[in-house]
């Protein structure tokens, strides 16, 4: 479901003024998932007793790398702004005022730039005490621009709050980079959705055959279990098969080979909806609609 953009982005020059137009709207449909949570790992019984509420500790955080996934309007002037950061994760911050003409945050807090971010308080939502532009990086355009909304999409819905995941973070600093110096997009793409579902802990080692326990062997099919593994396929499997030496060549991040990005695209997509539980990517939605236009 989710393999996506760089089928619908890539060979659409002819439509790139209308994909300058729809970044808003990539935006604003970002916005939306504000309020999309990560998959909850366990529930609490409903009978279970109430414990007291544990006062939080007040946190401050000075100078830390980050970048804005998205931001909406809180009260008159101010917005609420979710920062993927280095060291801490996603957080949510309240940056008062950045909506007053002369703030100094307005033309600070844009996506996909690299910010230096400083915060502090104890509830769920910190308040964002400095943002500084740091630079480093080209500005994403057309359809690098929407595919940049779409792993911040991936992040906001699949990342949980205040869990750090550093590796995850170079890797999404790297495919921002990458996107923006128009690297093939389909592979970029596969690599760091790769990188999400191995950081967030959903994916595992796709060398090995559960069924097994012998190594993935180039020329056999598998299927890659979502909750299980790689495993031998079964009759009563509806996911997509893939050869082994694909799922050895995305181990490796080599998407030289024709079959291998092919067949990467349908699990990816297939693994992604998975984890998502049906959820559609808004993201995804915009780039069908250009492609019809």
């Not at 844009?110 to 104890?122: D, E, H, I, M, N």
């Not at 057309?142 to 792993?151: D, E, M, N, R, V």
């Not at 999409?153 to 995850?168: F, I, M, S, T």
């Not at 993935?216 to 082994?244: C, I, M, N, Q, W």
Request: aromatic share 6%; hydrophobic share 40%; charged share 25%.
């Amino acid at each position: 479901m989710a393999a996506i953009i760089a089928d619908s982005a890539v060979g659409q020059t002819q439509t790139l003024d209308a994909e300058a137009l729809s970044a808003a709207a990539a935006e604003s449909a970002l916005a939306n998932a504000k309020n999309s949570a990560a998959p909850k790992r366990s529930t609490r019984a409903t009978s279970a007793p109430r414990r007291p509420k544990v006062p939080e500790k007040d946190t401050r955080v000075q100078a830390q790398p980050g970048f804005v996934l998205h931001s909406y309007p809180y009260k008159e002037t101010s917005l609420i702004v979710d920062v993927f950061s280095r060291d801490h994760g996603r957080v949510a911050l309240v940056a008062k005022g950045a909506k007053r003409p002369h703030s100094k945050l307005r033309g600070v807090l844009q996506t996909f730039q690299p910010l230096s971010v400083s915060w502090s308080g104890k509830s769920e939502v910190r308040t964002l005490t400095a943002a500084e532009w740091v630079g480093g990086l080209l500005p994403l355009e057309k359809s690098a621009l929407l595919c940049g909304f779409y792993i911040n999409e991936l992040l906001v819905k699949l990342l949980a709050r205040e869990d750090a995941h550093p590796a995850l973070f170079d890797h999404y600093v790297s495919t921002l980079n990458q996107l923006a110096h128009g690297e093939s997009a389909p592979i970029v793409l596969r690599k760091f959705e790769r990188a999400l579902l191995k950081e967030t802990g959903v994916a595992g080692d796709w060398t090995v055959c559960v069924t097994n326990g012998k190594p993935v062997a180039p020329d056999d099919t598998y299927v890659v279990d979502p909750e299980h593994g790689v495993r031998f396929p079964r009759l009563s499997d509806t996911g997509p098969k893939v050869s082994g030496k694909t799922l050895l060549d995305m181990e490796k991040e080599d998407y030289s080979d024709a079959t291998t990005q092919s067949q990467s695209k349908l699990l990816m997509r297939s693994l992604l909806s998975h984890h998502l539980g049906g959820a559609q990517l808004n993201t995804r939605q915009i780039l069908i609609d250009l492609s019809q236009l």
